[in-house]
Nanobody, 124 residues
């Protein structure tokens, strides 16, 4: 079974930084087999929203609310996708989820995989 595992969340003061990481575990061939990796977030009482995506070729896309502050990257060799978050604001508080459009496993492609999420809280 394939799992996406997020890490790096926590409590940070406004203006601070965090780096989230996401790796693929289980019977997969890693995130390198995915076309698009993404980070999404869900704040209490709100719908899950796109934060950023990155293609296998390195093309990126960001929500307007995080442009210039967040950077998504991927290291296929390390089987990890990152989200560097700078200049954090209280409104960035949410559970952050990693997503893969597809991941190759020993039994074929697994589509639309999600991690369990990691909590990011921005507060003084």
């Amino acid at each position: 079974q394939v799992q996406l595992v997020e890490s790096g969340g926590g409590l940070v003061q406004p203006g601070g930084s965090l780096r989230l990481s996401c790796t693929a575990s289980g019977n997969s061939f890693g995130i390198g087999s995915s076309n698009v990796m993404g980070w999404y977030r869900q704040a209490p009482g709100k719908q899950r929203e796109l934060v950023a995506t990155i293609t296998r070729g390195g093309g990126t896309n960001y929500a307007d609310s995080v442009k210039g502050r967040f950077t998504i990257s991927r290291d296929n060799a390390k089987n990890t996708v990152y989200l560097q978050m700078n200049s954090l604001k209280p409104e960035d508080t949410a559970v952050y989820y990693c997503n893969a459009d597809k991941i190759l496993t020993t039994t074929g492609f697994l589509r639309d995989s999600w991690g369990q999420g990691t909590q990011v809280t921005v507060s003084s």
